[in-house]
């Protein structure tokens, strides 16, 4: 099995390039083809896990290794390989799977759209890039199959490209991870230059590890591990969504739901955690830098910051993104306080419930869609409709959908207690084990560290976290329905529903994987770590405290989502009772107008840059320069041809003509056309050469 | 025996002979024979060489017979051509007929 690792992300290749290639005519074909290979991916992830688990493969020299030559680059040459190790194996625990799920869910959500083929075409080409990523085992691949999860992105949040807001959104999450991608190029080129290999197994071997943090770099007075590690958290900052390069997540929401949950919140934002999981013995390489710091801080600042705003937010799949924005930073943040295993099993447990909420709202979409076609059908209720357009995405005009559409609610609400965190849904235990690693840093470090920074942002965004998610599911789901299409919505069609359901159950019962007392999550994946890095890997004991605070908090959430939008369920044209904030959630509402100060000063300085290279190339330098090299050239060939072609060139040809002419008028005297001349210089001739014989 | 000079004289002054009636005449009939009168010069000479020179070669005399055929065939081409020429023009006088004037 594990030899057939290589294979997972090529069948969903295959399928992309046979979906294009092909099948694309055919709709049922082409999603047919789509879902056969990444179930085959998947059977055979889940099989490769087993095994792993069965061998008990550790990191490094007891991970699994395949290798082929790839690319040659002067005498050294990039292997392709695979690898399977515990870490590996998580990630194909989860990937693949959700990969299945949204896929089956899409042929009911994509059901009606034109483009059909294309998009699971593209999903497939997407599957392939995640499936990729895990199982790369140098960096160089990692950045390919990064890339290329990059471009999926790109395609699928344009996927409607009628839409400018869409194809706009496209555009910015390309040129906002970008920002990200290149800074961590950058620190693999460094990471390059330094140890001439980018393969896992060699970069993190301890003699490699101790001399890139001895060695400081020129200049900075850094060890190079410091500075290598953040600059590969730069790309990390950019693919998860983090503060400051957060500002593509809500926009890619104009994709089509099922890529919100598959990529913009279960998989391809979590391949930045990944990664920094995956290079995590880099980031702990030098002791207390300033490296875990800035992950850290930057962590648990987003977590905080992205629940914020996810409070004032009406759209359902903004108040999602927002919530995967900060839960990212939970996995970030715990990474930056050394809480691997958390961070991990975060990443894990998240995929699921964050890939079924997505579903779920998908669902609800779907419904409210549904429900206003059939509402404009019938021809009721367009009088008190028409003063706003409608949008399907609207939590104000939803509520009461929990008699229409019980299976997404409950499957639903098994995701909200799961983020939120209540015991015993998943999200509970992953969230505990990072608060409780960050208490118990923090009782060792003092007040005045990281881990107490870390652990009360997160303790403040558990609070904010529970209450936005109350508020979504009382505004969807309860009181009454607040427009005629909520009125009319139904339950989404069975292919749909069964996904909600299979990501419901582990969403529910995934935490049980590591619980504090049987942490079997802990065992697979710290297993054999401790050849890297050993002091960050002991398991966090179970603290009743932060346990029951953190209870406390999501619960106190809840609470106070029903005590604002559950007591008294909001009525039609009624408004968010949040706006009684004022200024705060005008500024809440508006994101802090972040891209409001990225536009007035990124944005602005770049178009200022474009315009002033652009008056430097077309008016001042570059243009006057070619237009001066063209006048030199013209000059320069009309004075060739009135000094040199006209009198050397020509003359020669014409003084030729004029001396054949001159002879041929001498010449033609002698033609006198009487035989006798002629017989008379042939005598004369034959006596001279005669006389020239005998007396020479 | 007479000595091979004498045959050589003979052709020679029948060589001259010839020679000034092709270059002077203005007949064109008469240079016809003038040239007639120097290829029989040079046959005279040809069999005269083969006599003295080498009698047990037949390379002289065929030679001569060749010139002889030659002459003939020249003769009748050139006649051929006056002939046209006085078709044409009213005339044989050589110093008239130049049409190849360059």
């Not at chain 1, 992300?9 to 099948?23: M, Y």
């Not at chain 1, 998947?42 to 792993?52: D, F, K, R, Y």
């Not at chain 1, 500002?247 to 934002?269: C, F």
């Not at chain 1, 570059?622 to 090299?629: L, Q």
Request: with cysteine.
């Amino acid at each position: 099995m594990l030899q057939l690792t290589w294979l997972i992300p090529f069948i969903p290749l295959a399928a992309f390039a046979v979906i294009v290639l092909w099948a694309y005519p055919r709709r049922q074909l082409s999603s047919s083809i789509a879902i056969g290979a990444i179930a085959l991916s998947w059977v055979l992830s889940w099989g490769v896990v087993a095994q792993a688990i069965a061998q008990r493969l550790g990191m490094g020299e007891r991970a699994f290794h395949l290798l082929a030559d790839w690319v040659p680059t002067g005498d050294m040459w990039f292997r392709m390989g695979v690898q399977v190790d515990p870490l590996t194996a998580v990630m194909l625990f989860m990937v693949p799977f959700v990969c299945l799920m949204i896929f089956i869910y899409s042929v009911g959500y994509m059901e009606k759209d034109p483009r059909y083929s294309r998009f699971f075409a593209y999903i497939s080409l997407f599957a392939c890039g995640m499936l990729g990523l895990v199982v790369a085992d140098n960096l160089f691949m990692l950045l390919v199959f990064w890339e290329i999860m990059g471009l999926c992105s790109y395609l699928l949040i344009g996927f409607w490209f009628e839409k400018p807001s869409a194809m706009k959104a496209g555009l910015k999450a390309f040129l906002t991870t970008r920002v990200g991608d290149v800074i961590m190029l950058s620190g693999l080129l460094l990471l390059y230059v330094q140890t001439g290999t980018l393969t896992f197994a060699d970069l993190f071997a301890p003699e490699t590890l101790h001399r890139l943090a001895e060695t400081t770099v020129p200049g900075l007075g850094l060890p190079w591990a410091t500075l290598i590690a953040m600059l590969i958290f730069g790309g990390a900052v950019g693919k998860s969504a983090q503060f400051p390069l957060h500002v593509w997540l809500p926009d890619a929401m104009e994709g089509p739901t099922p890529v919100s949950a598959l990529i913009h919140a279960a998989t391809m934002v979590s391949a930045g955690v990944y990664l920094v999981a995956r290079t995590f013995p880099l980031f702990a390489a030098v002791e207390h830098g300033p490296q875990l710091g800035l992950v850290a801080f930057i962590g648990a600042f987003t977590a905080l910051f992205a629940s914020t705003i996810a409070i004032a937010q009406d759209d359902i799949k903004r108040v999602l993104a927002y919530s995967t924005i900060s839960q990212l930073g939970y996995m970030i943040a715990a990474l930056g306080i050394g809480a691997y295993v958390a961070a991990v099993f975060h990443l894990i447990t998240h995929a699921f419930f964050k890939a079924l909420l997505f579903l779920g709202s998908g669902s609800v979409i779907h419904g409210m869609e549904h429900g206003h076609h059939e509402a404009a059908h019938y021809g009721h209720g367009k009088h008190h409709e028409e003063a706003k357009p409608f949008d399907p995405n609207d939590m104000m005009g939803m509520g009461g959908l929990k008699a229409k559409m019980p299976t997404t609610f409950w499957t639903f609400l098994v995701g909200t207690l799961a983020l939120a965190g209540v015991v015993p849904f998943a999200g509970f235990w992953s969230k505990d084990e990072i608060l409780a690693h960050a208490y118990e840093a923090f009782l060792h470090e003092g007040v005045v560290s990281w881990p107490f920074f870390v652990w009360l942002l997160l303790t403040l965004a558990a609070f904010l976290t529970a209450f936005y998610m109350g508020r979504q599911v009382f505004l969807t789901f309860l009181g009454e329905p607040r427009t005629e299409a909520a009125r009319h919505a139904h339950e989404s069609p069975r292919s749909m529903t069964g996904p909600l359901v299979v990501l419901a159950f582990f969403a529910a019962f995934l935490g049980f994987a590591g619980t504090p007392w049987a942490n079997a999550f802990h065992h697979l994946l710290a297993e054999g770590y401790e050849v890297w890095v050993p002091e960050v890997l002991h398991a966090t004991p179970f603290n009743l405290s932060v346990a029951a605070l953190s209870t406390a908090m999501a619960l106190g959430g809840l609470f106070m989502g029903w005590w604002v939008y559950g007591r008294r369920p909001l009525q039609a044209g009624e408004v968010d009772p949040a706006t009684r904030l004022g200024a705060l959630y005008t500024l809440l509402r508006n994101k802090y107008y972040v891209d409001e100060f990225y536009r007035a000063t990124v944005i602005r300085f770049v178009l200022w840059c474009s315009e002033t290279f652009f008056g430097f190339d077309d008016k001042w330098v570059v243009d006057p320069i070619v237009d001066a090299v063209g006048a030199f050239g013209r000059w320069l060939s009309d004075a060739l041809r009135r000094f040199v072609d006209t009198p050397v060139v020509d003359g020669a040809v014409n003084g030729v003509a004029r001396a054949m002419d001159f002879c041929g008028r001498g010449l033609r005297l002698t033609q006198t056309g009487r035989v006798q001349n002629y017989l008379l210089v042939v005598l004369v001739t034959v006596l001279l050469l005669m006389g020239l014989y005998l007396y020479w | 025996m007479v000595p091979l000079s004498w045959y050589l004289v003979v052709a020679a002054a029948l060589f001259c002979i010839g020679l000034y009636g092709a270059l002077a005449r203005r007949n064109g009939v008469a240079v016809l024979m003038g040239v007639e009168l120097m290829l029989n010069a040079v046959n005279l000479n040809l069999v005269a060489f083969w006599r003295y020179v080498a009698p047990h070669d037949l390379a002289g005399q065929v030679f001569a017979i060749f010139v002889i055929t030659v002459a003939a065939a020249e003769a009748a081409v050139g006649l051929a051509i006056l002939l046209a020429i006085y078709r044409s023009r009213e005339t044989v006088n050589v110093e008239e007929i130049d049409e190849m004037k360059g």
